[in-house]
Every structure is written in structure tokens, then in C-alpha cells.
């Protein structure tokens, strides 16, 4: 088993957490792939490996927060159907991010994107029964 300390600078817009020291940022992971052999890697590979790992746990969270954690009803039907649901407003949030939205909107969490966009149609038709 190896562990892994990755170490690099924060940038300009990162906020310092206690565990941060002189500007840089560690992040450490473990790891069994054997660093020799047929099956081993590298620690460059290794470590590229494990930041798209960790964006698919990211897009998997995203997603989980989106409305699959929330299933509506006892009946397999109705929750298969809320799941196909969830898989498609995540694949338009997707689309969405990459081709209509720019700079932190674009990289934004579902439930900004709920409150900033989505919302933004309702509120400016009806409020308070007054249009």
C-alpha cells in the first residue's frame, strides 16, 4: 500500500483552510496498484488517475443531490420514473454548463443553478398573486 501527498499552490481565489501552510495545498491519497510490474503506475499516473476519480464522485454527488435522494413513492414504477427524471435534468444541467453558461456560474452546484436561474422565471411572473 502507498500513500500519496500531492502539493501545490493555492491560487489567487482559494480561500486557506487550517490545514493549508505557506501558500500550498496538500491533498494525499491511498493507494494498492503496485508502483513496478505489469499492473504498476507511476506516481504521476497514480495520482492522475485519482483527480478523475474524484470528478466522477463529484458529478456522482451532484447528481445525488439533484433528486434521487428524495424518491417520491413506495411503488417501483413511480421511483423508476423519478430516476429516468433525475437522469435527464442532469444530462440538461450538463449541457447547459458547457454550451449557455460562463465563468462561476458554469462550475456551480446544482441548487445555485436552482436559485439563480431556474427560479428566476417564477418569481419575476407571479408573486403574491400580482403579476
Not at 89 to 116: C, F, H, S
Request: hydrophobic fraction near 35%; glycine fraction near 6%; include cysteine.
Amino acid at each position: 500500500m502507498r500513500v500519496m501527498v500531492r502539493r501545490r499552490k493555492l491560487f489567487d481565489h482559494e480561500q486557506a483552510t487550517s490545514f493549508d501552510t505557506n501558500g500550498y495545498r496538500y491533498s494525499a491519497f491511498v493507494t494498492n496498484t503496485p508502483a513496478h510490474g505489469e499492473d504498476g503506475l507511476s506516481v504521476q499516473r497514480a495520482d492522475a488517475r485519482h483527480r478523475v476519480h474524484a470528478r466522477v464522485e463529484d458529478g456522482v454527488r451532484t447528481t445525488k443531490d439533484t433528486g434521487p435522494g428524495h424518491l417520491p413513492s413506495k411503488s417501483w414504477q413511480v421511483n423508476k420514473t423519478w430516476c429516468a427524471a433525475v437522469t435527464i435534468a442532469v444530462d440538461l444541467i450538463a449541457w447547459m454548463r458547457l454550451y449557455a453558461l460562463a465563468g462561476a456560474l458554469a462550475k456551480a452546484e446544482p441548487k445555485t443553478l436552482r436559485y439563480r436561474i431556474f427560479q428566476t422565471p417564477a418569481r419575476l411572473v407571479r408573486t403574491h398573486r400580482y403579476r
